[in-house]
């Protein structure tokens, strides 16, 4: 029913084409991301579809109800949408309670009173807030004030939930409270959400489906495990998650995997989905998690010797930064090894390789 | 496809009547009337042979040639000139100093400095003029008095220079307050920093401190300049018995010293004052554009530490108070004296002068009764209207999407370069050129509208800054929960604003409650206001009832300054 597409969509500011070009679809009571660092046109494309910004080209439409048609001239403004923005900074009323913050959007729709109640009511139950209906933001925690924005918004209950960054203010233990908070809300209520974050953890745990966007561009759309194992480009696989990129040359290349020569420090052998023809120079993507350290005697293909540069305790785990000629990575291990040398195991099926042009 | 989207249900809101646009374009056009209105006549009249009502009239330049020919065009303007200078060094010299010992030196009675330097603020010039005569003029107290001791005439005030010297101190206030807002904000790090690697406290002082002060002394030089320009009072109640003219004398002789005044020659001198305004303000403009260098504002909590004067202290606390006492106090506590006796003199003991009778007169004559009930309803209507107005540009300009709000902003801030004057002899015009507006004619309305229209820029400037600090998701929320513009405007911004918008009633108050310039032109048996009575009866030289009248001015603005700031919170002047 209230499925959200948009197509074609462009904004441009100067010079400058913040939005290029981009489509997708939201599925009725889905969750979809738009990540990817800033400047890379999220923000943009979330006003458009909240109205708060007029694009110059494309297309959005929620359900039957066409937001904005740059063919037409259609352009309906925000406050006739009837969709729900969460604000990175909350925005509450500082001069309304929790209450009358929750009021207000009903006293537009002309609900009545008794009704308003209840689902202020409701509302506040839902992100558990009844016990501070009466008081005024400013004597919230910043947790408290993300809740009753949320609140705020779905106690109209909007066609189309978007929510701006709206755990970025929050600290570091109480975003992850939150997030799994949200996840579960979110499938409670099965409205159409579409989330703005910079933050990959956060994209990963909550969506649906994530489109990681770049340069005005939605760079692949895709559920979060195919984002984060097999990423369309190089910028993808730097962005999620923390990936090595090691340089080499292609020498054999066979249907479904090539073999890299790492600059005379190792041979490599991984799987490519490109047609890539030997003589290619490229990049080769591998997760620290995925490198597992080995005992030295060890023989086998992609196992190779490689030097330790710099020790880093995390708590948890540590991480190395070694080097294996010209190439320097990152391994992750529980123990730290006592030599300087040591050898590494790359399984055959982790690496990813990009030709080096198609890089960024 | 089509059929698909007709037979769902749609959740977008119907389109109701557009009020949001309606309200803008009303705003606009209101505004744009309102300052329109007195300078098309001025430009018209100006390039008319005869009385823009004058069906006859063709266009000329005849009016310009006149203005160049009239007889003592050069002394006038010399004078002007002379004057304008004297005023604007002294004021600055003394604002500057002020500041700096008030805001930057540990100086004894800072709270009791700070107030009494602000406080001529408040009053009008012609109340302020005619304190200076009854103190300091010819036969005034003070000057009586040390004549007495001295036996030679001390000083004479009726000369350029004894004019420029009493509104350089009447202006001194408007110099001490930007220089003051400027010590609060400067960065303690810079000062430190020179500190540090060795400089002297006068080093300090004059190779940081002033220098970063300098952008807040540019903006006060070409105030006080324009102020100087344009000032009426001083001019005409030191410089009328011996006729000496400066351009606004000038201006105000040929309007009401003539039968019929000289409609084109009037015009064609406003206009000259008009460019030579508009010319400063844009001088103004260019000049404070790379104020930046001097930005020094961090949002810090922090304050620059204060200068130690040492065994200078109490000097200085000395020089200060003496300069208060003469400058402000003798001044205000002379008028309100005079007004209770029958003649004030040295010569005199001051029990057998003492009188009620002054007081009597302003019951016994209604036009003296109807100026004050005039003033407080322009001043008390006047400034509601005028700050609902202010509201609402403040919030086309900065919170719409208003086609033209940039220009509307221009538009707002543009009656800051029309002087009093002008607008005055503007509306005056626009009377005869519209007669559809007639019946505003004489009525206290019409001085309304002139004072708005005045003191828009003076409201915008209060009202603009507060919206800017308001964080535009918060009314961005708003929209997207389905309130329209208006709406966001009237559940969010405007009681956000409520401070901000007090501060503008209370200024735009204190403005019309000492406004007479304007008011010269417009007024009208029926009309009068305080200012323009006080002058009318000073010319019949009543001394007496308009020192009894001036004082009931002064008495309006402290109980109003005073309840502003107690009950409403409201903060006058930083």
């Known amino acids: ?360 | 496809m089509a059929i698909d989207a007709l037979s769902a249900p749609s959740r977008v809101r119907a389109r109701r009547f557009d009020r949001n646009t309606a309200i803008q374009i009303l705003v606009a056009l209101t505004t744009l009337a309102l300052v329109v209105f007195p300078i098309v006549p001025v430009l018209y009249q100006a390039v008319l042979d005869r009385p823009l009502y004058d069906a006859n009239a063709s266009l000329s330049l005849g009016n310009f040639v006149r203005l160049l020919d009239t007889p003592r065009m050069g002394e006038v303007l010399q004078n002007t000139a002379y004057f304008a200078v004297l005023t604007t060094v002294i004021a600055q010299v003394i604002g500057v100093v002020t500041a700096i010992l008030v805001g930057r030196t540990d100086i004894p009675g800072r709270a009791f400095f700070g107030e009494m330097l602000l406080w001529p603020l408040f009053l009008s010039h012609l109340v302020i003029a005619f304190g200076w005569f009854t103190m300091y003029g010819p036969s005034g107290y003070v000057t009586m008095f040390v004549r007495g001791i001295i036996g030679v005439e001390p000083w004479n005030l009726y000369t350029v220079t004894g004019m420029g010297i009493a509104a350089g101190i009447a202006q001194a206030p408007l110099a001490y307050l930007y220089c003051i807002v400027a010590t609060r904000n400067a960065d303690p790090n810079l000062e430190d920093a020179a500190r540090t690697v060795g400089a002297s406290p006068f080093r300090i002082l004059t190779r940081i401190t002033l220098p970063l002060m300098r952008p807040a002394i540019i903006f006060g030089v070409i105030m006080n300049f324009v102020i100087a320009i344009e000032m009426l009072s001083i001019p005409l109640v030191f410089g009328g018995p011996l006729q000496i003219e400066l351009f606004t004398t000038y201006l105000y002789h040929e309007v009401f010293g003539q039968t019929t005044p000289d409609y084109g020659l009037v015009a064609a001198a406003s206009l000259v004052l008009l460019l030579l305004v508009v010319g400063l303000m844009v001088l103004q403009g260019r000049l404070m554009r790379n104020n930046q260098r001097f930005v020094t504002v961090g949002g810090k909590a922090s304050r620059p530490r204060r200068f130690t004067l040492g065994r200078w202290r109490w000097v200085a606390f000395g020089v200060l108070l003496a300069y208060v006492v003469l400058a402000v106090i003798v001044i205000l506590g002379g008028l309100i004296l005079r007004s209770f006796t029958v003649f004030l003199s040295p010569l005199m003991p001051l029990w057998e002068v003492l009188t009620f009778d002054n007081y009597q007169m302003l019951l016994s004559y209604p036009v003296y009764m109807r100026s004050i009930w005039n003033t407080i309803a322009i001043a008390t209507v006047g400034a509601a209207i005028g700050t609902v107005l202010i509201a609402l540009v403040a919030i086309v300009a900065n919170r719409s999407e208003f086609r033209w709000r940039r220009q509307l902003e221009y538009v707002a801030i543009l009656p800051r370069a029309i002087p009093g004057f002008i607008a005055g002899i503007g509306i005056f015009y626009a009377m005869s050129l519209f007669p559809p507006l007639g019946w505003l004619r004489n009525t206290i309305w019409l001085l309304m509208i002139a004072y708005i229209m005045r003191y828009l820029p003076t409201g915008y400037g209060a009202v603009s800054p507060a919206l800017a600090q308001l964080g535009a998701d918060l009314d961005r929320s708003a929209r997207t929960v389905g309130a329209d513009w208006w709406r966001t405007s009237r559940s969010i911004v405007l009681p956000l604003l409520t401070p901000a918008l007090f501060s503008c009633y209370a200024l735009l108050f204190i403005h019309f409650l000492k406004e007479y310039v304007t008011a010269v032109f417009l007024f009208a048996p029926g009309s009068e206001v305080i200012g323009t009575t006080m002058l009318q009866f000073w010319t019949n030289g009543d001394n007496g009832p308009v020192s009894a009248l001036a004082s009931v001015q002064i008495l309006i603005t402290v109980v109003f300054v005073t309840a502003a700031r107690k009950i409403l919170g409201v903060k006058i002047y930083g």
Not at chain 1, 35 to 60: F, H, N, Y
Not at chain 1, 310 to 317: N, P
């Open chain 1, 1 to 360: 029913m209230a499925e959200l597409v948009v197509n074609g969509l462009t904004r441009s500011f100067g010079d400058v084409r913040a939005v290029d070009g981009i489509d997708f679809t939201v599925a009725d009571g889905e969750f979809l991301t738009l990540l990817g660092p800033s400047g890379c046109g999220k923000s943009t494309t979330l006003a458009a579809v909240a109205g708060l910004d007029k694009p110059d080209g494309g297309r959005i439409t929620l359900g039957s109800d066409v937001f904005f048609d740059a063919a037409d001239g259609t352009f309906v403004p925000s406050e006739r949408r009837e969709i729900g923005l969460v604000f990175q900074s909350y925005a509450l009323w500082p001069h309304l309670t929790v209450r009358q913050n929750l009021e207000f959007p009903l006293k537009l729709r002309n609900i009545k009173r008794k009704d308003r109640a209840q689902r202020i009511e409701e509302a506040l139950g839902l992100v558990e807030m009844t016990a501070y209906a009466d008081r005024y933001p400013h004597a919230l925690s910043g947790g408290q004030q993300q809740r009753v924005a949320l609140a705020r918004t779905l106690v109209y209950r909007p066609g189309l939930l978007l929510l701006d960054e709206p755990l970025s203010n929050l600290d570091a233990k109480l975003r992850e409270r939150a997030r799994t908070w949200l996840r579960h809300l979110q499938s409670h209520v099965r409205v159409t959400t579409v989330y703005v974050t910079h933050d990959q953890a956060e994209a990963l745990a909550l969506s649906d489906r994530i489109a990681v966007m770049n340069g005005g561009k939605i760079a692949q759309l895709a559920d979060p495990h195919t984002i984060y194992d097999r990423p369309a480009d190089a910028f993808i696989a730097d962005f999620i998650g923390s990936s090595n990129f090691l340089c080499g040359t292609v020498t054999e290349a066979d249907h479904g995997t090539v073999k890299v020569d790492l600059d005379g420090a190792a041979a490599l052998i991984a799987p490519s989905a490109r047609p890539l023809t030997a003589g290619t120079r490229v990049r080769v993507s591998v997760r620290p998690e995925q490198i597992e350290i080995v005992e030295p005697g060890t023989a086998g293909p992609n196992v190779f010797p490689v030097t330790i540069e710099e020790r880093t305790f995390l708590g948890a785990y540590n991480t190395l930064e070694v080097k294996a000629g010209e190439n320097a990575f990152r391994v992750e291990c529980r123990r730290v090894p006592d030599t300087d040398m040591i050898h590494v195991h790359i399984p055959e099926t982790a690496g990813i390789v990009f030709p080096e042009t198609a890089s960024r």
